[in-house]
């Protein structure tokens, strides 16, 4: 008889990619915004230092939207590969800037450093309730 076992095992963690719907048009987010493509906005955050990567330095922007239970987060690893996620669900506020659960809030300076990323962010959001 064969089992898989799952062996409990420590992963650097780097950053999260977000992946949210625009729901009203650009109310939420100009047309022109960086990363929005279509109707989402999708973009990687290197958590340790709350910037976004690949940001068009010298452009600033912020936005508040509701996000509710529309919205997918992958935690990847240092090499990029992704690492635990949760797809089309509330936000992860324990480590995204907003309120409730529903709302993603940013404010990004310059260099694309999320000027209110939380200091004591956490991943805990990401992982299995314990029994």
């Known amino acids: 008889m064969k089992v ?11 950053t999260v990619r977000v992946e949210i719907a625009v729901r009203y048009g650009e109310e939420d987010i100009p047309n022109d915004f ?6 989402m906005w999708i973009a990687t955050i290197d958590i340790d230092k709350g910037k976004i ?20 987060y ?4 240092v090499e990029g590969k992704e690492v635990l996620s949760i797809e ?17 809030e940013l404010d990004i300076d310059e260099t694309g450093t999320i000027t209110n990323w939380l200091e004591d962010a956490d991943l805990s959001d990401f992982l299995p309730e314990e029994d």
């Open 4 to 14: 898989t076992i799952y062996v409990p095992t420590e992963v650097e963690i780097k």
């Open 34 to 39: 960086p990363f929005r493509v279509g109707d």
């Open 53 to 72: 990567i690949d940001w068009p330095q010298g452009k600033t922007g912020s936005f508040c939207m509701k996000i509710c239970d529309e919205g997918s």
């Open 74 to 77: 992958f935690l990847q690893d």
């Open 88 to 104: 089309s669900n509330y936000v992860p506020n324990a480590l995204l800037p907003g309120e409730y659960g529903d709302y993603l």
